[in-house]
C-alpha cells in the first residue's frame, strides 16, 4: 500500500487471520512507526479541509436542495495538495537539537496524514444537529435566543458522545469481530489513492479526472444554480394541462408524486440521500421499491380513499394544518413562558397533518422495528457469536489489536472520563442557568445521558457488524413528550443529548476503527478528533448565525419570493416535530387523545415483516433473491420525504442505476479507477460555484427574469390544493 513499509514482522498464519473475511482481504497487516503523523500539511490541509466542509454543509443547510459534501469528496482533493506541498515546501529543520525541533516537509505526502485530514474532514461533514434548535426558535419559532446558551448547547452535544466513545472503545474498537464495515471503502479507497498508479498512454490519471470534473460542474453548475433555474426539476407531465389539479399531483416533483419529474442538477440529485455513485445496487433496488410503494400506491391510495380527510390537506405537504384546511397559527398557541397555551389549543382544533406526512411518520416507527428485527432474525447467530467473540476474558488478540499495541500507547481512558464529566456538569449549568431558555430540568439531562449510555453498546454492536444503526430519536422524542409535555425546546435538547451523543459516539468509534486499520497512533487520532469537533462547531454556529442575520425572511415561505432557494426544509420538519413531539404532546396526537393513533400500528408491521421475509427465505433457499429484500432498507427508503421531494428521488434512482448496474457491469475497471472521483469532482464544483454566486450576486439581489427562472420552478401551480368541497386556500379552485 503505497508508503507502508512492513516494519512490523508478520508471519501469515490461521492463528494470525481476521475472523471477518471481508477484513482479512481489504486490510493490510504492515505498518511503519517511523511515518511522520502530525505535519505542518497536516495541520492545515485538515484543518482547512474541516472549516471548507463545515461552511458549505451549513450554507447549503437551509436552501431548498441541501448539497451535503462528505468526507470522501475531501479525501480525494487533499491529494493532489498533499504532494504539491510535499514538493514545494522548504525542508530545513527549525529549532534543531531541542525536543521542539520540527520541519515544514519531512519527505513525501504519506498515507497517515491523509487518514488524519480525513478524520478531520470528516468533523466538518458531519452536521451539527443542534442547529436545528437554533433555527427553530430564532426562525419559527420567532424568539430570541442568547449566542452564549446556543453555543454551549451545540458544543456540548457534539462532546457528549467522546465520552460514550471512550467508555465503549475497548470493546467496539480492539475485537476483530467488531469490523465496522462502511470502513473498508475507505481502507480500499486510501490504498488506491497512494499506489503508485502508472499512468497508461492516452488515459488520465485520478487527479487529472478531478480536475476535470470540477472545473466542469463548477461551470455547469451556473445553469441550475442562476440562469436556468426550471433545470433543478422538470416537471413535463404538468404541460399537459397545468389547470388540472390531478395532473398537477401526479407530475409535480416538488409538491406532488413526481411521475416523469427529473432534474439536471447534481444538488438536487444527491441533495437528500448522497451520491447515488456511492450506493451499492442492492440498496438501490430496495430504495427504488420502497418509493414506488409509498408515492405510487401508499400516497394515491390513502389520499383518494380521503384517509384522515387527506384531500383537505395537499397531497404531498410537510405543513401543519387546521381541519379546514388552512396553515396552523402554531405561535398562536403558545403562551408567555413558552408553553402550550391550552385554553388557546382547545379552542384551535387539534394539529392536522397531510396523509403523507402522518404515513411517514408511520414508516419511521415501521423502520425502527423493522431493524431490530431484521438484525436478530438474519444476523442474530452471527452477532452473537461476534459480540461473545469480542467480550471474551482471555481471547486471542486480533493481528491488528497486537500491532497498535505493540507499536503505539492507547489513550488512557481518564482522557476520556475528564470530558464525560466536565461536559455533563456543564449540560446541567445549562439546565439550571438557562432554564427558561432550554426548558430542559436536571433530570431530564441525567435521564438522555442514561438512554445514550445503555443504547450506544447496543446499537454500537449492530453498526459494527451489520452496518445498520436504528436511530433513536423517536423513543427519545416519544419518552420525553410523555413525561414532560407542552415544552418545545425541552423536548428537542433531550432528542439531541439522548440521541445525538450516542450518534456521535459512534461515530467517533468509527473514526477510531478506521485509524486501527490504519495504524494511526491513537493520541494523534484522539487530538484529531477533538480539534476537528471543536473547529466545525465554531464554523457550523458561526455560519448560521451569519446566515439568519444575512438573508431576510429566512425559512419564512410566506415572507420570501416563491422562487427563492431559502426555504429550509430540513429545519421546516425539525420545527413541525417539535411542535408535535413537544409542545402538543405525543398525547395528544398519536396518543389516546389524537387524531393519528392508529399510526402506532406500524410498530407491528415493521417487526412482522422482516420475520416474513426470513420465513420465505428459509422456505425457499434456492430462491436467492428472497434474502436480498432488506425491510429496514425498504420500509426506510423514502425516510426523508419530507424534506426530499419525489424529484431528488426519481433523479436520484436513474444515476444510481446507470452506474451502480451499466456502468459498474459493463465498465468495471472504469468504474474501480474513476467513480468515486467522479462523485467528489461533482460535490466540489456545484458548492463553489453555489456559494460563488450568492457572495457574488444573491446577497445583492442581482437576477435574470426569464420564463426559465419563473418562480414555480416546477411549473405545476396547482399541485398542492386541495381537493375537497368547499376548501378555500388562495390560488386553489374551490369545489
Not at 63 to 89: D, E, F, K
Request: one cysteine or more; glycine letters at 8%; a positive charge.
Amino acid at each position: 500500500m503505497g508508503e507502508i513499509a512492513e516494519e512490523f514482522p508478520v508471519v501469515i498464519t490461521d492463528d494470525d487471520r481476521c475472523v471477518v473475511p471481508e477484513v482479512e482481504l481489504t486490510v493490510p497487516k504492515t505498518d511503519d512507526p517511523s511515518l511522520p503523523v502530525l505535519t505542518f500539511r497536516m495541520w492545515v490541509l485538515g484543518i482547512g479541509a474541516c472549516i471548507v466542509l463545515s461552511f458549505i454543509n451549513q450554507f447549503f443547510w437551509y436552501r431548498t436542495m441541501p448539497l451535503s459534501i462528505t468526507g470522501i469528496s475531501a479525501q480525494i482533493a487533499v491529494v493532489p495538495l498533499g504532494h504539491l506541498m510535499a514538493r514545494v515546501l522548504p525542508t530545513r529543520s527549525f529549532l534543531e537539537g531541542t525536543r521542539f525541533q520540527f520541519t515544514l516537509n519531512p519527505g513525501a505526502f504519506n498515507v497517515k496524514e491523509h487518514v488524519l485530514i480525513t478524520i478531520f474532514a470528516n468533523s466538518g461533514a458531519g452536521s451539527v444537529y443542534a442547529t436545528h434548535i437554533l433555527s427553530a426558535i430564532k426562525l419559527y419559532y420567532k424568539r430570541s435566543l442568547p449566542f452564549l446558551p446556543a453555543f454551549l448547547v451545540m458544543i456540548t452535544t457534539q462532546i457528549l458522545g467522546f465520552g460514550w466513545a471512550g467508555l465503549f472503545r475497548k470493546h467496539l474498537v480492539e475485537p476483530g469481530e467488531m469490523w465496522w464495515p462502511s470502513n473498508l471503502v475507505q481502507v480500499s479507497l486510501f490504498g488506491a489513492l497512494h499506489e503508485k498508479e502508472k499512468k497508461k498512454k492516452g488515459h488520465m490519471s485520478r487527479t487529472q479526472f478531478f480536475l476535470i470534473v470540477l472545473v466542469a460542474s463548477f461551470a455547469y453548475y451556473i445553469l441550475p444554480g442562476y440562469l436556468f433555474t426550471m433545470l433543478t426539476s422538470i416537471s413535463w407531465v404538468c404541460w399537459f394541462n397545468p389547470k388540472s389539479i390531478l395532473v398537477n399531483q401526479l407530475g409535480s416533483g416538488e409538491h406532488g408524486l413526481g411521475v416523469g419529474s427529473i432534474g439536471f442538477d447534481w444538488v438536487t440529485i444527491s441533495a437528500y440521500l448522497g451520491s447515488p455513485l456511492a450506493s451499492p445496487l442492492f440498496a438501490s433496488v430496495n430504495v427504488a421499491i420502497g418509493f414506488v410503494l409509498v408515492m405510487y400506491v401508499v400516497t394515491p391510495v390513502c389520499y383518494w380513499l380521503n384517509i384522515y380527510e387527506a384531500k383537505t390537506f395537499p397531497i404531498f405537504s410537510s405543513q401543519l394544518f387546521m381541519a379546514n384546511g388552512s396553515r396552523y397559527d402554531v405561535l398562536s398557541i403558545i403562551d408567555s413562558k413558552f408553553h402550550l397555551d391550552r385554553a388557546v389549543y382547545s379552542n384551535t382544533g387539534s394539529i392536522n397533518m397531510s396523509t403523507f406526512f402522518a404515513v411517514t411518520y408511520g414508516l419511521g416507527f415501521a423502520t425502527l422495528s423493522a431493524t431490530i428485527v431484521h438484525v436478530l432474525v438474519f444476523n442474530g447467530s452471527d452477532l452473537w457469536k461476534q459480540t461473545r467473540g469480542a467480550f471474551q476474558k482471555d481471547k486471542k488478540m486480533d493481528i491488528h489489536t497486537r500491532i497498535m499495541k505493540k507499536n503505539y500507547r492507547e489513550v488512557p481512558l481518564w482522557w476520556f472520563l475528564v470530558i464525560l464529566i466536565l461536559n455533563i456538569a456543564l449540560i446541567m449549568f445549562i439546565s439550571v442557568h438557562y432554564n427558561a431558555t432550554v426548558q430542559l430540568p436536571w433530570w431530564g439531562v441525567l435521564l438522555a445521558c442514561a438512554i445514550a449510555i445503555s443504547f450506544t453498546p447496543l446499537i454500537g454492536v449492530i453498526a459494527a457488524t451489520t452496518n445498520q444503526a436504528p436511530g433513536l430519536n423517536i423513543i427519545t422524542e416519544y419518552v420525553i413528550g410523555y413525561i414532560y409535555p407542552e415544552r418545545p425546546v425541552a423536548n428537542m435538547c433531550f432528542k439531541v443529548y439522548g440521541y445525538i451523543s450516542m450518534t456521535q459516539a459512534l461515530t467517533f468509534i468509527s473514526d477510531f476503527k478506521l485509524g486501527h486499520y490504519m495504524k494511526i497512533p491513537p493520541r494523534s487520532m484522539f487530538m484529531a478528533q477533538v480539534v476537528g469537533t471543536l473547529v466545525a462547531v465554531m464554523v457550523y454556529t458561526g455560519t448560521a448565525w451569519w446566515l439568519m442575520e444575512e438573508i431576510p425572511h429566512l425559512c419564512d415561505t410566506n415572507l420570501l419570493p416563491s422562487d427563492s432557494q431559502w426555504t429550509c426544509p430540513m429545519d421546516r420538519v425539525f420545527f413541525d416535530a417539535s411542535v408535535i413531539w413537544g409542545l402538543v404532546g405525543p398525547r395528544r396526537v398519536f396518543g389516546d387523545l389524537g387524531e393519528y393513533s392508529s399510526v402506532n400500528w406500524f410498530f407491528l408491521v415493521g417487526a412482522i415483516a422482516p420475520l416474513l421475509v426470513w420465513l420465505a427465505a428459509k422456505a425457499f433457499p434456492a430462491q436467492t433473491w428472497i434474502s436480498k429484500i432488506h425491510i429496514p432498507v425498504l420500509v426506510g427508503a423514502t425516510a426523508m420525504m419530507p424534506p426530499a421531494t419525489a424529484v431528488n428521488f426519481t433523479s436520484w434512482l436513474i444515476v444510481a442505476f446507470v452506474f451502480g448496474h451499466f456502468i459498474f457491469k459493463y465498465r468495471r475497471e472504469w468504474w474501480k479507477k474513476y467513480n468515486y472521483v467522479l462523485s467528489g469532482g461533482l460535490d466540489a464544483g456545484s458548492a463553489f460555484m453555489t456559494i460563488l454566486l450568492f457572495l457574488a450576486l444573491g446577497r445583492k439581489g442581482i437576477e435574470v427574469q426569464w420564463w426559465g427562472n419563473s418562480g414555480d420552478r416546477d411549473t405545476c401551480p396547482l399541485a398542492s390544493c386541495p381537493t375537497a368541497k368547499g376548501v378555500v386556500v388562495k390560488g386553489c379552485p374551490v369545489f
